[in-house]
């Protein structure tokens, strides 16, 4: 259905590569290295807000690198995809953790409680003759933790898991055996929520 377009990842996290592998997408990666802007407080606008920016950021050196390289620039039209994930718990944003302080700080906030994760996406369409458009939605899901002592949390934190993730924890890793139960989808938890991606698409361009 896509197969007319060049399809981009905006992001180098290896969680969401192998979902959109997973799913059957053939695309390429361009990390976008642009200085992150919040300007809300609400988790759903902050997560498409972020994700917009990647998608933008990459959508612009694109188009800087076609401008240059005209001679092989693609003619296909492109879609770029933006993604951010966020957890909020007691009205707080939690982004990744900058050290082993702050993410057991982090997951002392998450024991014993549900929370939100939110997994902005946006599609930045870019046409061979320069016009460009875009479109962006977010997907919640609620995840309830166990109860931690301080002895798991320490030993969470010293396996080096929670550094590069929203919330410091990973569903899909050793921190599984701590989540009690979710709403909605789980894969909306490790990063990009695959199936609703693809039915914006199609509803988009189908």
Known sequence: MFDSYKIILASGSPRRKQLLEQTGFEFEICVSACEEKITSTDPEKVCMELSLQKALDVA????AYNEKHSDIASDRD????????????????????????????????LSGKEHSVYT?????????DGRVGEHSFFERTGVSVYDLDEDEITAYVDSGEPLDKAGAYGIQ??????IEK?????????????????????????
């Open 182 to 206: 979710i709403s909605g989808d789980y894969f909306n938890v490790v990063g990009l929520p695959v199936s609703r991606l693809y039915h914006e698409l199609k509803k988009l361009l189908g």
């Open 173 to 178: 890793g050793g921190f599984a055996k701590y």
């Open 78 to 109: 492109l879609i770029i995809i933006g993604a951010d994930t966020i957890v909020a718990v007691d009205d707080e944003i939690l982004g990744k953790p900058k050290d082993d302080d702050e993410a057991i700080l982090m997951l002392k906030k």
């Open 120 to 128: 902005g996406v946006s599609f930045v369409f870019m046409s061979s």
């Open 60 to 63: 612009s050196m694109i188009k």
